[in-house]
């Protein structure tokens, strides 16, 4: 409660106890007069009593105040470790994609480089079968990479508390040797016309 309201019940009760002493000393011509001196005493007790009853009052608002600034940061808090999670699911699925994507790639690269060289006559020369073996054995190791940079990622998201972005575990080979990979099937191809 505000402390207007407060004050307004403050001032209930101590009017309330004036016209109590009035109504008592109309109806009661017996009730002696209240000397000056008990008065006060009186409005010193009561006064007591209501700083009393105030103080208590004011005491469960803090408490009250201070359990709900309590919630409002716990909230945050788990709020924070929502949004931090989030991130770090996103930051995970973006970099499992990029890695699906390059395998994706390296198992294409491989294919339509085995049927280019069974349809291509020349591919059987030296040096076109050496760029090609060269290519697959790249295309693998690609392909390897990406393997190992996702288990990388799994163990990253699986692991209760880390920060920063998902390990690599090798998956930044991955783009440069498939690169390679496509050089050098390429290279076999034209070698091999």
Known sequence: MGIAN??????TVSGLARIGG?????????YPEVPETAARGLETRLAGVVV????????RDRARMELE??????????????LAAELRRQAAEHALGQLKLLAIMSITMWMLSAALAVWLPGMRAGLPRGLLGLGW????????CTFAGSQAISRWTASPVTA?????????FAPWLLLLALASTGASLLAAL
């Open 69 to 82: 600034r309590s919630q409002i940061e716990a909230e945050r808090r788990r709020a924070e470790e929502a």
């Open 52 to 59: 009393a009853a105030l103080k208590e009052a004011f005491d």
């Open 137 to 144: 054995a790249l295309a693998f190791a690609a392909l390897g």
């Open 164 to 172: 920063g972005p998902p390990p690599d575990g090798g998956a930044s």
């Open 6 to 11: 407060w004050m307004r019940v403050l001032d």
């Open 22 to 30: 009035r109504l008592r000393a109309t109806l009661d011509p017996a």
